[in-house]
């Protein structure tokens, strides 16, 4: 009995094996190609980020400080962030939406130069990109962590728990082999007796 419950606790754990081995492969490509679209849009937000600087030497070089500061507080009501789960594997990955309101300057038109109202409207350009970005590094957070979860049972199973099934189910078929000749051996001598007699 004890032989036929180890048995199938080991197809069990072969077959779990087999389907978790499935599951990391599948979290490391999904790994993969997050990453991916991670870095092409870290390297655009870079670029994005770089230019902004740019624009806003330029405005810095023609407008005080304190007159910029002015005209662009308070920063404009109504900024939207919705957060929706997208599920990958039975995991649940955040997903970030902005939306912004319409852009109205609080400002009069010879108070700063147009180069202002560029570097506004790239800012406003620049959110979803800022948006997206920190969503898809949260994603390979979670993913990775999944993954680390996920090869640690795949270990466990293929170093520990499989070996020891096995090793029982040797154990057991040896002791009952063990037994059935002792047995034959007993049946043999008990034939022997009974002819010469």
Known sequence: MELLRLRRRLGLARRGHRLL?????????????????????????????????????EVRASVSADTIRTASWPPPPGARLRKRKVRILNLKIPVYDVSLPELSPSYGP???????????????????????????????????????????RVNALEYNLI???????????????????????????????????
Do not use: N
Not at 27 to 53: P, Q, T
Not at 120 to 134: D, G, H, K, L, Y
Not at 172 to 196: C, H, N, P
């Open 21 to 57: 081995k499935g599951k990391q492969d599948e979290l490391l490509r999904r790994f993969l190609l997050l990453l991916e679209e991670y870095l092409r849009a870290r390297r655009g937000l870079h670029g994005r980020m770089e230019d902004l600087a740019e624009k806003g030497r």
């Open 110 to 152: 010879g108070q700063l130069p147009a180069s202002h109202d560029e570097l506004i409207v790239s800012w406003r350009a620049a959110i979803p990109v800022m948006v997206e970005v920190a969503g898809k590094e949260k994603a390979l957070l979670l993913l990775a962590a999944e993954i680390e979860r996920t090869r640690r």
């Open 163 to 197: 070996p020891g099934l096995e090793e029982g189910v040797r154990t057991i078929t040896f002791k009952l082999a063990e037994a059935e000749l002792g047995s034959l051996a007993r049946l043999m001598r008990i034939k022997d007796i009974v002819r010469s007699s």
